[in-house]
C-alpha cells in the first residue's frame, strides 16, 4: 500500500512540475526550464509522450522473453506474462499516439502527418492489434500460447527497427534535438531531472499493472481450469 501511494505521490509531483514550471530563455532559477526554439511551451509534451514511447518498448521486449520463455519451457505462466505485458504495451502505444497526435495538432496543424515516427507507431499498433486478435481466434490452451509467443517473438523484433531505426534513417518532421543533440543531452539539469524522473514513474507504473494483470489472469486461468 506504501508503495502504491508513494508512487502515485511520484506521478502526481511530475505532472505538477511539467505543466507548472516556467519555461524562459534565460533560465535563473533552479525550477526554470529552457526554452527550445520551434517548441516553446509545448515542449512539455516531453515529460510524458517519450516515457510512454519507452513503455510500450519495454512491454513488448518483455513479451517477446517471455514467448521464448513459454517455448522453451512449456509453462503457462510465462504465456500469461507475454501476453500481458503485449496487451499494456498495446495501451502505452494508444496512448502515445493519442498525446503525440495532439502535439502534431498544435505544433504542425493536423492531427496525423505521416511522419516516421507517426507512420512507425501506426504500423505498430497494427502488429499487436493482430497479435490479439489471433489470441482470440485460436481454441486450445497450447496452441494458442504456442503460437503466440511465435508471434510476439516476431512481432518483438521489429519493434526496434520502427521505434530507433526507422525514424533515423528516414527524415522526419519530429524535433529530436530537443532530447539530444550532437550525441549529447540538451536539457538542462531541471528538464534532466523531470524527464528521468517520468521515465523511472511510468517505468514503475507499467510494472506495477503488469503484476496486478498477471496475478487477475492466473486466477482467472486456475478458475477455468476448475470449470473444465
Not at 41 to 49: C, P, T
Not at 132 to 149: D, N, Q, V
Amino acid at each position: 500500500m506504501l508503495l502504491k501511494l508513494l508512487l502515485g505521490l511520484w506521478l502526481t509531483l511530475i505532472i505538477i512540475a511539467g505543466f507548472s514550471f516556467p519555461i524562459t530563455e534565460t533560465p535563473t532559477n533552479w525550477y526554470d526550464l529552457p526554452f527550445v526554439p520551434g517548441l516553446e511551451d509545448k515542449a512539455r509534451i516531453i515529460f510524458f509522450h517519450v516515457p510512454m514511447a519507452w513503455v510500450t518498448t519495454l512491454a513488448f521486449i518483455i513479451s517477446l522473453i517471455y514467448g521464448i520463455k513459454y517455448l522453451a519451457k512449456k509453462e503457462i505462466d510465462h504465456d500469461l506474462i507475454s501476453s500481458s505485458s503485449a496487451g499494456l504495451g498495446l495501451m502505452f502505444c494508444i496512448l502515445a499516439t493519442v498525446t503525440g497526435s495532439l502535439w502534431a495538432k498544435f505544433t504542425w496543424g493536423s492531427f496525423w502527418n505521416w511522419d516516421p515516427r507517426e507512420t512507425s507507431i501506426f504500423v505498430l499498433l497494427l502488429i499487436y492489434g493482430a497479435y490479439f486478435a489471433l489470441r482470440s481466434a485460436i481454441e486450445g490452451e497450447e496452441k494458442k500460447a504456442t503460437l503466440s509467443a511465435v508471434y510476439a517473438i516476431i512481432a518483438g523484433i521489429t519493434v526496434p527497427f520502427f521505434i530507433f531505426i526507422m525514424p533515423r534513417i528516414v527524415e522526419g518532421l519530429h524535433p529530436n534535438e530537443a532530447i539530444v543533440s550532437k550525441g549529447k543531452i540538451s536539457m538542462n539539469r531541471t528538464m534532466l531531472v523531470i524527464f528521468l524522473s517520468s521515465l523511472s514513474g511510468f517505468t514503475a507504473l507499467f510494472f506495477w499493472i503488469l503484476n496486478l494483470r498477471v496475478r487477475t489472469e492466473r486466477l482467472e486461468h486456475k478458475q477455468s481450469l476448475k470449470g473444465d
